[in-house]
């Protein structure tokens, strides 16, 4: 199963002065089990691109065909937009605003009840949503939205969308405005989802740091255009090129290259601060290996006792 773009374009406003041709001959595949991160400067094209993807914005011209879900243009044969919003759930920036109902439960049931299904299998999949998100549902399934944490409210309605059990989760912005905490939170949550509930997942960021994280690929949008898709590990080589459409390159490589400027390469694709920590401890390994004595020939960081934040050994309570 695949998505698959062809020669996408789009027009706001056509034929008024505020014409904005925001998006120009799109075509991308997206394979099944993919975790995509989708990345480029303000008004390249990226919320427009997604819209499409769950049939928000009609087809102007272009074809896509989503898990063998084909929209097509206006005025043709009508797209089978039901169908296609049960299959893609799509969570849009600051998706808190769009809380309504008077309850947790109500809101999340929403999209469910909408999908046609009887009331025991709403119920069920609003308990199991609430859970995946992390939240306890007896404690607030009663509770009216507004009164809850920022962070609570964005995993309410993610919960929405989950309970929908869609194939493909799209996330725009997902992190947005919170705090590095509960950036953190939802950053796990996405990764979790996509193991227990949603195979395929697209996630729009700012941060190249945060994307680095889980994306398998990333496309780069620039003008409405796509300018790199490529596997994580091959896109941060390019950085003078996204250096001139306003990106940075991750962390994690911009550190490996001020050591290997410094006469110290690292081994291995490091694209993470995870992958620069194992390349570090391998480097040092490597170096001392022969030099030391017998118990640091194991010399691993992992390994190690290393203390909690809380500065407690493992197993320390
Ligand atoms: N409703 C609209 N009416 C007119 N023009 C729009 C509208 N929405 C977006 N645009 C224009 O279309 C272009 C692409 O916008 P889009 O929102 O897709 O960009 P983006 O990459 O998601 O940006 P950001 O990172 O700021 O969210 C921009 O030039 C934007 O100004
Ligand atoms: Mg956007």
Do not use: W
């Amino acid at each position: 199963m695949q998505i698959v773009v062809k020669d996408l374009n789009y027009t706001y406003s056509a034929r008024t002065p505020f014409e904005r041709h925001a998006l120009k001959g799109v075509n991308l595949t997206i394979e099944e089990g993919d975790f995509l991160g989708i990345i480029g400067h303000t008004g390249s094209g990226k919320s427009t691109f997604i819209m499409h993807l769950n049939g928000l914005y009609k087809l102007q011209s272009g074809e896509i065909d989503v898990f063998d879900i084909k929209l097509v243009p206006d005025k043709k044969k009508k797209s089978d937009l039901r169908r296609l919003r049960g299959t893609v759930g799509m969570v849009f920036q600051y998706p808190e605003y769009q809380l309504f109902e008077d309850t947790v439960a109500k809101d999340v049931a929403f999209g469910p009840k909408n999908m046609g299904l009887d009331k025991d299998e709403v119920d069920r999949r609003v308990k199991r949503a609430i859970e995946l998100v992390g939240l306890d549902y007896d404690e607030i399934k009663d509770r009216a939205p507004f009164e809850l944490s920022g962070g609570q409210k964005r995993r309410v309605a993610i919960a929405g969308i989950i309970a929908m059990q869609p194939k493909v989760l799209i996330l725009d912005e997902p992190t947005a405005g919170l705090d590095p905490y509960g950036k953190e939170q939802i950053l796990s949550l996405i990764t979790h989802l996509k193991k227990e509930c949603s195979p395929t997942v697209i996630v729009i960021s700012h941060d190249v740091d945060e994307i680095t994280r889980f994306a398998n690929r990333i496309v780069v949008f620039n003008d409405g255009k796509i300018m790199f898709d490529l596997p994580m590990n091959e896109l941060f080589r390019h950085a003078d090129e996204l250096h001139s459409v306003g990106l940075e390159i991750p962390r994690a490589v911009r550190i490996a290259k001020m050591l290997k400027d410094r006469g110290i390469e690292l081994e291995g694709d490091i694209v993470s601060l995870d992958d620069l920590l194992r390349a570090i401890v391998a480097a040092y390994n490597k170096k001392h290996i022969d030099k030391t004595v017998e118990e640091n020939i194991n010399f691993n960081a992992f390994d190690f006792g290393v203390p909690g934040a809380c500065g407690r050994e493992e197993g320390e309570r």
